[in-house]
């Protein structure tokens, strides 16, 4: 696709749960980026990859959050034991090298109940 | 601690309007400054900003920075209903992820 895809869209989950969110960056583009925006919040960053390795997670709160992009290409976050307060809109971005414009997808908005 | 601060969190102004968006930084290793406009999902691309002084402009909007007083404004004029959205300014240092600041809420009442 022409864009950067999140899926899904929307997910809802019981406390404790397992969850998995899914990015497929614009083609080509090395660096991919994973943020998470609360209501009334600015986008909170979580982990960047440049290639296939994390080259930064000082924004993953805890060792519940994980990700992944074993090919360089799509990335997946992993959710463990959500709990409430995970509840949240997680953006994934991508772009062509580090720094600069970055390139959003639409979201994908977790529900904890 | 690196920090982007955005002022006001929210604005109300009837169309026609002019309005100012203000970002302040404090930042190691600073690059460049960005604005993003987020209607609903995803956050748009409006500017970049690397040296002071310079003003970018599209349309209705432009952007400056002051890299000695560590700032940016957002001006928007003639406002139209359309430009109802999240502000938001990010600040890009050298090494790392963009950081976020909270964001403006402007809301374009006709």
């Known amino acids: 696709g022409a864009g950067v895809s999140q899926t899904p869209s929307n997910k809802v989950t019981e406390k404790g749960k397992y969850v998995e969110l899914r990015c497929d960056p614009i083609?080509?583009?090395?660096?991919l980026y994973w943020y998470r925006q609360s209501l009334g919040q600015g986008p909170e960053f979580l982990i960047y990859f440049q290639g296939t390795g994390a080259a930064d997670d000082s924004g993953l709160p805890n060792d519940r959050f994980f990700a992944v992009r074993p090919e360089g290409s799509v990335s997946t976050l992993k959710i463990q034991r959500t709990e409430r307060g995970d509840s949240a809109v997680y953006l994934c971005?991508?772009?062509?090298?580090?720094?600069?414009?970055?390139?959003f997808g639409e979201g994908s908005r977790l529900t904890v109940l | 601690e690196d920090k982007v601060v955005q002022s006001p969190l929210s604005l109300v102004v009837h169309e026609g309007d002019t309005v100012t968006l203000n970002c302040s930084y404090e930042v190691t290793n600073f690059r460049s400054l960005l604005w993003y406009k987020q209607e609903k999902k995803a956050p748009t691309f409006l500017f970049m900003l690397?040296?002071?002084?310079i003003e970018k402009k599209s349309g209705r909007l432009s952007s400056i920075l002051d890299k000695k007083e560590l700032f940016s404004i957002l001006n928007i004029t003639a406002t139209q209903t359309g430009d109802s959205a999240i502000y938001l300014c990010a600040v890009d240092q050298a090494g790392t992820a963009l950081i976020f600041g909270k964001g403006t809420t402007l809301s374009v009442s006709s």
């Open positions: 690397t040296s002071s002084g």
């Open positions: 971005a991508s772009s062509p090298k580090l720094g600069g414009e970055l390139f």
């Open positions: 083609s080509g583009h090395t660096a």
